[in-house]
């Protein structure tokens, strides 16, 4: 890890101990990005680029079109190119100056940037989306509510709409990091999203981080 990354992590692991403390454990966010002054270099995950096999994922799936939401959307750049490809975007972030940040970045874009909770959505989003995406926020959510936040993911879905879902696995090698992110159970996985069929579980590697087991999944309503 470099010296910069090792510092913002340290930062970031003080912010979420210290909401976890106060039983708020999704605070720390908003004072991460609200404390970066704008530089993504204070934002561990912030890519500022599609995730690569969102995009594959995306492309092998040309069925998949419509109204997408894009679940703690961060920095926009995942929303950004689905609505480059042909989506109607809606993108939401509990951090308002995350969705300050993305507006700002974006200003002629087509994504409508919201303010939201997963754990308390507008209504009219239920049964409203051909496809939702989450990119590690599942695994950056306490493990107390991390099952309400997935069943409110899988209520977004409309009757033929998809989950696509990308973040740490729980593999068999130990990593000596305190969390968050905290890895995810394939078993854990696989029983979510109640009423959707799974459609592909796949495990991989980055290339700058090989000590760490990922995932992509994706499911999709299963029809009666
Ligand atoms: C690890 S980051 C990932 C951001 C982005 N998806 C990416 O891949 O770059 C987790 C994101 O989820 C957001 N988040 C966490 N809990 C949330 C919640 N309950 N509702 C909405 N967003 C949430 C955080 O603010 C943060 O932007």
Redesign the pocket.
């Known amino acids: 890890m470099d010296e910069k990354l090792a510092e913002v992590r340290e930062r970031l692991l003080k912010l979420s101990e210290a909401a976890e403390a106060d039983g708020e454990p ?1 605070r720390w ?2 004072e991460l ?1 609200g404390g970066a002054n704008r530089d993504s270099d204070e934002i561990p ?3 500022m680029e599609p ?1 690569p096999k969102m995009v594959e994922w995306v492309a092998r799936q040309p069925s998949v079109r419509g109204r997408a939401l ?6 926009g ?2 929303a950004e190119w689905l609505s480059g490809v042909g989506f109607e975007v809606v993108a ?4 308002k100056s ?1 969705i300050r940040w993305c507006r700002e970045r974006f200003p002629k874009s087509d994504v409508e940037y919201i303010t ?4 308390a959505p507008p209504e009219d989003w239920l049964n409203n989306f051909d496809l939702v995406v ?4 599942l ?3 306490p493990d107390s509510i991390r099952n309400l ?1 997935a069943e409110c993911i899988r209520s977004f879905l409309n009757d033929s709409g998809h989950v696509l879902c990308i973040g740490r696995l729980l593999g068999d090698r130990f990593l000596d990091e305190p969390p968050p ?1 905290w890895p995810l159970s394939r078993t854990w996985l696989e029983g979510r999203f109640e009423g959707l069929t799974m459609i592909n579980f796949t495990n991989f590697v980055n290339e700058e981080s090989p000590e760490v087991d990922r995932y992509i999944a994706s499911w999709r309503t299963t029809k009666a």
């Open positions: 999704l966010f908003e990005y995950w912030a890519r995730h894009v679940v703690g959307c961060g920095l750049d995942d939401f972030d509990i951090s995350s939201a909770n997963l754990l989450e990119i590690h926020i695994q950056a959510i936040a992110p």
